[in-house]
């Protein structure tokens, strides 16, 4: 067994073997149709993280997170947020 790990390429090489086309696209461009359940609810929960994740980082950068009472209220409205934009862009809204 070899102690050093697999380059990224070698692992990317690999997993693309195992996925068909449908799904190694889905996973990259994030759009949950892979024709899998279980990898397009992995693929949504990663949608709305990195929709909340983005939220967070604008209302920081605003400076708008300046006391503990606001973080929560912060992290409350980025899912909430980001709930709302996967809702939207199921039913296929702008």
């Keep these: 067994m070899s102690e050093t790990p697999p380059s990224i390429k070698d692992m ?3 997993a693309s073997m195992l996925l068909t086309g449908r799904q190694y696209a889905a996973i990259h461009l994030c759009v ?3 024709g899998e359940k279980w990898l397009d609810d992995m693929i949504k929960k ?5 929709f909340a994740c983005h939220y967070v980082a604008h209302v920081v950068t605003l400076g708008l ?3 503990e009472s606001s973080v929560s209220w912060i992290g409350e409205n980025a899912y909430f947020l980001a709930d709302e ?4 862009r199921q039913d296929g809204q702008p």
């Design 12 to 14: 990317s090489d690999k």
């Design 85 to 88: 934009m996967m809702r939207m």
């Design 65 to 67: 997170a300046d006391d």
């Design 46 to 50: 990663a949608l709305r993280d990195r």
């Design 32 to 34: 949950p149709d892979s």
